[in-house]
């Protein structure tokens, strides 16, 4: 504690996760529904996943969303480096923004991973944050930060 008392307090401890908001060339996201373990329920999310030890998070991005949605991402910029619960936990989402160039190959999710792909017009998704229906924090700033914040152009 800054008062330099001690106490005893759960952290989770992570190394991070990056995530992507990834635009196709008829502007939309792709996204992911995803089965949330902790919630038992399937969620609507970005694409993204663990930083592995060392790894840049621009490479855990290309890597998860062509594992994922069988799209490559291009021409990144970075969004934000956030925390994601402050008073539980060490980790930080990487937030990029990416362009989605759909591979040769199809996803190739994890086998503990129950995902299908949805591709939705970006001011649908943002629509669909806006109401409650998405949920995932990091997929709900995302979508705000993509499209200027909460309406697109």
């Known amino acids: 504690m800054p008062d330099g008392a001690r106490i005893e307090y759960g952290v989770l401890e992570s190394a991070g996760f990056a995530a992507a908001v990834p635009v196709t060339e008829s502007g939309s996201v792709v996204l992911v529904r995803q089965w949330r373990q902790p919630i038992e329920a399937f969620t609507l999310e970005l694409p993204g996943g663990g ?7 621009r490479e855990t991005v ?36 990416c362009r989605a160039v759909r591979a040769t190959s199809g996803p190739r999710p994890e086998p503990t991973e129950f995902i299908s792909v949805v591709e939705v017009p970006l001011v649908e998704a943002v629509g669909r944050a806006l109401s409650g229906e998405i949920t995932a924090a990091t997929t709900v700033l995302g979508l705000l930060m993509v499209s200027g914040g909460g309406g697109c152009a």
């Open 62 to 97: 290309s890597r998860e969303l062509l594992e994922e949605t069988g799209y490559q991402a291009e021409d990144f910029s970075h969004l934000a480096t956030l925390h994601t619960s402050p008073g539980r936990a060490t980790e930080v989402c990487h937030l990029f923004q």
């Open 51 to 57: 930083v592995e030890g060392g790894e840049d998070p």
